[in-house]
């Protein structure tokens, strides 16, 4: 199921993760977090502004860690919200907790550089 609006944050679950993340054209930004959680709540703005400033250069998606236990263990992640960076179905990093814009504007840039 792929989005058709290409600035949305798209879901992803243990069922489309292959197809939404691993094969990917574009870098992607995972934001792994729950409903309940503070932290991801506030983070949740700055995620879609993501989405919308690199739209066709970056797919963002997300992930309900509280509906996805399985791909929350198989990404290794150990707290909420945790934000992945994956080019080419590859790791590339990763930040546990939200810090601020800037943490997420590293990651980011670290997935739109070539090198």
């Known amino acids: 199921?792929?989005?058709?609006?290409?600035?949305a944050v798209v879901a992803v679950n243990g069922l489309?993760?292959?197809?939404?993340?691993?094969?990917?054209p574009l870098p992607v930004l995972i934001d792994?977090?729950?409903?309940?959680?503070?932290?991801?709540?506030?983070a949740r703005p700055i995620v879609e502004e993501f989405a919308r400033?690199?739209?066709?250069?970056?797919?963002v998606v997300e992930i309900d860690g509280g509906?996805?236990?399985?791909?929350?263990?198989?990404?290794?992640?150990?707290?909420?919200?945790?934000?992945?960076?994956?080019r080419a179905g590859q790791f590339v990093d990763a930040r546990l907790g939200f810090g601020g814009k800037r943490p997420l504007e590293?990651?980011?840039?670290?997935?739109?550089?070539?090198?």
Do not use: Q, Y
């Open 1 to 7: 199921m792929t989005s058709s609006n290409p600035t």
């Open 16 to 24: 489309n993760f292959e197809e939404e993340v691993t094969a990917s």
């Open 32 to 42: 792994v977090s729950t409903p309940w959680c503070g932290p991801c709540k506030v």
């Open 53 to 59: 400033r690199h739209a066709g250069e970056l797919k």
């Open 67 to 86: 509906e996805s236990p399985d791909l929350v263990a198989r990404l290794g992640v150990r707290g909420f919200p945790t934000f992945i960076g994956m």
């Open 106 to 115: 590293d990651l980011v840039g670290k997935l739109l550089d070539p090198a």
